[in-house]
């Protein structure tokens, strides 16, 4: 089974329990049809505006198995606030800058 690390919005963390992100990835739904089902391997902020330290924490879950680091939906499409992270786009360049090209980006979850 593939590992999967995701990176959450910790603005929203108050008001989403993931429920539909863990879902999404046990059963292999939403952006996670591309991987099939995935045992989580992690599950952190970004840390907040403007989400530098999704960096460092993205780094830390692939040294901890993750082959798969997928941005939360929160963070690309502003899942349940209705407003998308505006740093996603520096966000996502600079984790895949940092994990590398053999690790699976995936820009949302469900």
Do not use: Y
Request: overall charge positive; hydrophobic content about 40%; glycine content about 10%.
């Amino acid at each position: 089974m593939v590992k999967a690390g995701i990176i959450r919005c910790q603005q929203t963390e108050d008001m989403c329990p993931a429920d539909a992100d863990f879902k999404a990835a046990r059963e292999g739904r939403g952006a996670f049809k591309e991987t099939g089902a995935v045992e989580i391997v992690g599950f952190v902020s970004c840390g907040g505006c403007p989400g530098k330290r999704a960096v460092p924490r993205a780094k830390l879950m692939v040294e901890r198995g993750a082959e798969v680091i997928a941005f939360a939906s929160c963070i690309s499409k502003g899942n349940p606030i209705e407003f998308p992270c505006p740093f996603f786009n520096k966000m996502r360049d600079a984790v895949i800058k940092k994990v590398g090209p053999g690790i699976r980006i995936l820009e949302w979850t469900h």
